[in-house]
């Protein structure tokens, strides 16, 4: 089942085999906006109450999230974003740069001011980071370091949901710290996170094997709670423990190498298809600190196909090499009827 999950990174080979051509490649990257699209905006729906035919779920109605939970709808939204304001060149029409631009603005506003999902706002703001270092001057680039601290500050004070996300986090942190208890999302996460480590520690070279996390979760939380009652667990929400536990210390070095070579390989790319496709790694980099991103199902087939069109497309758009004039066989082979009878 969990190499099930993994075979989703096939995905990203296949676009790039089977997109072809120039137009292939834009008209999947104009049905891929405009899902992306009709997402965001059925949110934006349901946060002015309206009604959305194909929303079914009854937690949409107050966590605004259209297919997903609000969780992975806001880390898919951030890095959408990012993707309409670094591609709008590629908009047609007119005013095609301008709608592209509206559409990125609109998707921020709804990552930070209708969805509660606090990885989407981490994803956000290291895209929002990253946008700017690109936009300064090569002298002033290092101050990117000292820009995920200032949007969140800025963010802190003007968005009332992030305002309150990041005081329950630390309300969250706090209490688990004090009391060791697991029953907020936070204190679930830094349980499973504890758990994740001490299972890579026991077996730091060779893991735990593959697909069993929820063995060891149980074995490990028996040995510290005799009363503990055994259930499964999917995953540890961190991509990068779940790595580290099943395949040991190679194979977290072994993902982190997959996402450097990703972004490494998205330099050989025009320059906005490289920036739209290092965004897109660096969203599932900084999503993978908080979820399995890549693991599950919904989130997981979003990064792909979008790292397999980017790829895709990036190729296509590159300028084909100069062809080069082949030897002739014979001096006369293109000289005219005329002259050869003449």
Known sequence: MTFGKYGKLLSIALMVLLIRTRREALLALGFFCATQTLLVLGSWALFAGMSVPWVHSAKAQTEYAVFSSYLDQGIITAV?????????????????????????????????????????????????????????????????????????????????????????????????????????????????????????LQNPLKGSGVGSWSNEYNRLEVQHNSSYKVVHQ??????????????????????????????????????????????????????????????????????????????????QMREAPPAQARPQEFHGAHTPLSKLTA
């Open 80 to 200: 959408f974003a990012f993707c309409c304001l670094h591609l709008r060149q590629h908009v047609p029409g007119r005013y095609g740069k301008h709608v592209a631009v509206a559409i990125s603005l609109i998707c921020m506003a709804n990552v930070l001011f209708v969805l509660r999902g606090r990885s989407g706002h981490m994803v956000l703001i290291a895209l929002m980071s990253l946008s700017i270092m690109w936009a300064l001057p090569k002298r002033l680039q290092p101050v990117v370091f000292a820009i995920p601290f200032l949007l969140t500050t800025v963010l802190f004070f003007a968005s009332p949901t992030v305002n309150e996300r990041l005081k329950q986090v630390v309300t969250e942190v706090s209490a688990f710290s004090s009391t060791t208890t697991s029953v907020t999302s936070s204190g679930i996460r830094l349980n499973l996170w504890q758990r994740a480590f001490e299972s890579l």
């Open 234 to 315: 999917s995953n540890p929400h961190q991509e990068y423990l779940m790595w580290g536990m099943q395949l040991g210390i190679p194979g977290l070095i072994l993902f982190c190498a997959l996402l450097a070579a990703l972004f490494v390989d998205a330099t050989r790319l025009p320059s906005a298809h490289a920036r739209t496709t290092q965004c897109i790694v660096v969203g599932l980099a900084v999503a993978c600190f908080f979820n399995c991103s890549l693991y599950d199902a919904l989130i997981g087939d979003f990064f792909c196909v979008a790292l397999g069109l980017m790829f895709a497309l990036g190729y």
